[in-house]
Structure formats: structure tokens, C-alpha cells
């Protein structure tokens, strides 16, 4: 079993702080990192998944999505897209183990009152603690289920307090290259940025999440806090958040930078608006194995009650 | 030079030497499989393992002709075959693991999937072409074909420009791992263009 596996990493082989801080040194290390790495890419997941596990102290249980059945702790944090660490799904769990996401702070700015900033101790304690379980569709076809624990996003909102001016949020992600590999190769215009409608930002059902199973979040979940929208594709729940901006104007997310004929800024769930080059009408749901079928995908991944009325007029196919 | 002839039974050595190398792809897919370490999407990872390693047999074959005109050296052309039928051997694994696990035979989607979506159709077009190269290529067809078995042959290049094309519009935006496969396919093809057009 997973939490009966030792450590793997000695204590020896973790970068020391003045190593790490230091960049000359650093460099010169870097060679030996990259050995590191090819090694540790040829060990099982498992046994790379060592980060320390810290339960959350208080957070209550919520009827959402009791009657699903899990995707396992090491399936949830083995395969993962978090490109700051590497595009392949089995880098984050690798590169993103000495990453440091306390002490942390979010900075609230454009159309809001007072533009501040704001620890993630204090982000905490702005509301109660859920455990909301969340389908998670990927844009790639595949699905889990994913027993998150964070706070609604509307109580940070209320917490962050926007002008009359908000009509979008937008969430940006750190872009350390010396904590985070990923970004120092130009595959994304780094930062990643994602956004939000205001109303859909208000929506009940999206939260930001701060932990996964009990725990605190892992780092190649997005720790310390990330986005969750679960009517929409993965790539729109922004990981490791430092800004978040309220505009006038829809922001323009990373991934429509990067390629807008096939990334929009909504992104909802639709098994009927096909991505262009592959297929969304079904998926693959993690840990079922080989001989697991696919499912059908549900309009708004299955959230099309709660959340249908948000586009109601609107072309889904033009504004994908 | 001593490298530049072989013996029969050096040959023979060599060609088991290469079997055996070919088949360690399958042989790590079915350990890995046996230790439950193929992933969380173990269905993926052998879809992309076996296309990889169909992508690099048939570069190893392709690149054979090019290692005799620069080098002079005419043995390594006499494992071509065997790294050709590798090539088809895990673009069927490939196929195999797509049409059964990936879709469990679901005909009507498969072939909405292969019609609407060109990095599936590219991918499904070198497959059929590679077909025909994998039935001509005993010593009875080739004597049998002559001249045009030739002809015939070098939609290798073409199964080779599909599959990379194939992989590069899978990836969603980092290109470098096809990028590579399609430097050394240019470089192959390259060759083999410069020394037709020197000769003439």
C-alpha cells in the first residue's frame, strides 16, 4: 500500500537551501539534476510520490458527489498536466517535489476597492473548509473523480471585494523558472492565466481548492491553491495562484494564446462540440485499468442542472 | 577494413542480436504491466509506447541505405527487413491496442473518429500503406516484383512523413519529441537526395 512505502529519496539526495538559492552554484548543479531526473524517471510513480502528506484540520464533508467512486490518491497525484514542471503527465510528480508553496502570498488587483495582498494562512480562514467531490474531464479525454477540500470561490470574492467595473476574474499562476523547470522552455506564454466570467466566478459549484483527500494540497496539484470549475475542462482550473485580477475585459487565457483555434476562453464540457483534432463525445475515467471502456461525456460534464441556466442564448459551438 | 565484410554466421549472430533487441519494447510494456506500473492511463501509455517504437524501427530501417552510401559499408542493408517488419509489427500492436482497448471495437465511432480527425487519418493511412510492404517482403515477392517491388518500397518514406505528421498533431503544443523524429527523417531523406542528384 502507498502510505506503508518508505521515503525513497535520502535526505542527502534534497538540494540544500544555500545550493538552491544560490544560481551559480546551482547551474553547475543542474547537470546533476538532470541525471537525477532520467533516474527517477525510470522508477514506478509510486515511488516518487514522497512528498510529506499533512492532513487539513477542519473542513466539513458536503453531499456533492457521494455517490461517485473515487480516483485513487496515487492516480490523482502521479498523472498530472501542470506544464511548470514538464509536459509530460509523469513530470509534475517528479520536478515539482522541491517546490515551496508556503510561505505564499495572492495579490488582489485591478477593479476591486482596495487592491491587497493576502497570505494562504489567511485565505483559510476566509470561509469554512468543504470536501467537494468534482468529476475532473480533461480537454485530452480522460476523467477522475476527485474528493477536493477548499472553500467556495464566491466567499474569496466577497473577501476581495470588486467594483461595480468586474465583469471578469482572472487567475495567474507562478512562473518561477528556478522553482518550476517548465518555464524556463517557451512552451506557454508564461504565466498560465486563466479567467472567469463573473457570474460563473460566483457560481456556487466552482471553488478554490486547497487540499485533496483530507490533505493539504500536493504540489503537482497545484499547491498551495488552485482553481476548480468543474463544468469546464481541466486546463481551466489554474494551479499555484499568486494574482488574481478582476477586469472590465475578457481576459485572454494562455491556452487561447497558444492556439485559438482549438482553445476559447469558456471551455465548458460539451460531448457535441468536438475539439478539432480529437473527439469529446466520450472519455476514459482514470484507474479502471485495461479493459475499462470508455463513458459518454455529459453536457457540462454532468453539471448542466446547476449550472445550464449561465449560458442560456448563448452558441455553444461559437463560443467554445 | 574489417567491418566492411561479415560472415554468414556473423549475419546470423547479428540479426538474432537485433531480434532480441526488437522485442525488449513488448517485453518492458508486459513487465511494467505485470508490476501495475504502466500509469493511471495505462491504455495511453501503450498506445504511445508502441507507435513510438514503431516510429523508431522504421527510422532504423531507412536509415540503413544512407549509412551504406556515406560509409561504403553494405552489411547493415541485410537487417533492413527485419527492422521494417518491427515497423509493422508494433504499428499492429499500435492499431490493435486502439481499435480494441482504446475503442472495444465501437466501429461507428472509430470511423467517425478516423474520418474527422486528420492526426488519427494520417496515422491510419501509414498503417495501410505500410500493408502491402510487409506482404512483399520475402525473397519470393521480391524476385517476383522485381523492378517494381523497388518502386514499391520506397513508400517507406511516405508510411515514415505520415507517422511523423501523425505525432505532431497529437501533441498539443510541446513539439520537441516529434520535432526530433522529424530532423532525423530529413536528414535521412536528405541524403539519399543529394547522393541520386551527385550521381547524375
Known sequence: MYIAKKPDIPSSEITPREVFENRRTFLKAAGFTVAAGAISSMLPPTAMAANERQKIAGFSKTAYGQDEKLTSYEDITTYNNFYEFGTDKGDPVVHARLFKPRPWTVSIEGEVKKPRQISIEDIFKIAPLEERIYRMRCVEGWSMVIPWVGLPLAKLIAYAEPTANAKYVEFISLADPRQMAGVRIPVLDWPYTEGLRMDEAMHPLAIMAVGLYGEVLPNQNGAPMRLVVPWKYGFKGGKSIVRIRFTEQTPVTTWMKALPKEYGFYANVNPKVSHPRWSQSSERRIGGGLLSPRIKTQLFNGYADEVGQLYAGMDLHKNF | ?200
Request: contains cysteine; proline residues 4%.
Open chain 2, 1 to 200: 577494413m574489417a567491418m566492411r565484410q561479415i560472415s554468414k554466421q556473423q549475419l546470423f549472430r547479428l540479426k538474432a542480436v537485433l531480434f532480441v533487441l526488437a522485442l525488449l519494447p513488448l517485453a518492458r510494456l508486459f513487465w511494467l504491466g505485470f508490476n501495475d506500473n504502466l500509469t493511471a492511463n495505462p491504455i495511453e501509455f501503450i498506445e504511445r509506447s508502441t507507435g513510438t517504437w514503431a516510429l523508431i524501427c522504421l527510422l532504423v530501417a531507412l536509415a540503413l541505405t544512407p549509412i551504406r552510401l556515406i560509409s561504403g559499408i553494405n552489411w547493415p542493408i541485410q537487417l533492413r527487413r527485419m527492422a521494417g517488419l518491427f515497423m509493422f509489427f508494433y504499428a499492429c500492436l499500435h492499431f490493435t491496442t486502439y481499435l480494441w482497448l482504446d475503442h472495444w471495437f465501437d466501429w461507428n465511432e472509430i470511423s467517425k473518429h478516423i474520418i474527422e480527425h486528420p492526426y488519427v487519418l494520417v496515422g491510419f493511412s501509414a498503417f495501410v500503406v505500410s500493408i502491402p510492404l510487409a506482404l512483399t517482403s520475402s525473397n519470393a515477392m521480391m524476385r517476383f516484383l522485381g523492378v517494381r517491388w523497388k518502386q514499391l518500397h520506397y513508400s517507406a518514406y511516405l508510411i515514415a512523413i505520415l507517422g511523423v505528421l501523425h505525432f505532431w498533431w497529437l501533441v498539443k503544443k510541446d513539439i520537441r519529441e516529434p520535432l526530433v523524429y522529424a530532423i532525423v527523417l530529413t536528414i535521412l531523406l536528405g541524403i539519399r537526395i543529394y547522393y541520386r542528384y551527385r550521381k547524375n
